[in-house]
């Protein structure tokens, strides 16, 4: 069950995702200041959604309780669900938005871009190779599954490409800090068309 209550000042969204696999409370506020309060039970995961709350400035807290005992696929794939279905019903219906970001990140020997469309038309290109199987106890094959989640749920056209790299970690968290920076360029209010859904529809979503 689904949970948003409207707040008077900010953009802000609550969300409760709870199956028989696991059971997620997400909240963010588009406006905050990168604060964060994340639990999932996996350790690398909760340092990757830090740093994406805390470089978007998208104030976040997550509590998941998950089938670890199976395995992280879906803690990991659930919590992106739940953040991007709390992102996409804080943005409303996406009146005022930039719509569009876009990133480069270096991290030392390693360089990501990141650019996507908040369009509510949901898609995924990722071109991202990993050289190892697992990031400590995580899978680097979940990655993909928490970004196409997320994507999914938020309403975003999302191209993720790292562009070069050795580092595991290195790519992964040139990934997330990607998304943040872009996101945090889409989600931002243009003072200049405010009252203006970004589209010469009148609408985001559906048909190109």
Known sequence: MDDVRPVAAGRRARVERNTKETRIAAAVDLDGSGAYSVATGIGFLDHMLEQLSRHSLIDLTLKAEGDLHIDFHHTTEDSGYAIGEAVSRALGDRRGIR??????????????????????????????????????????????????????SAGLTLHVQNLYGENNHHIAESCFKGLAQALRDAVAIDPRKADAVPSTKGVLGGSL
């Open 99 to 152: 719509r569009y970001g876009h990133a480069y990140i270096p991290m030392d020997e390693t360089l990501t871009r990141v650019a996507l469309d908040a369009s509510n038309r949901p898609y995924l290109v990722w071109q991202v190779a990993f050289t190892r199987p697992k990031l400590g106890d995580f899978d680097t094959e979940l990655f993909k599954e928490w970004f196409q989640a997320f994507a999914q």
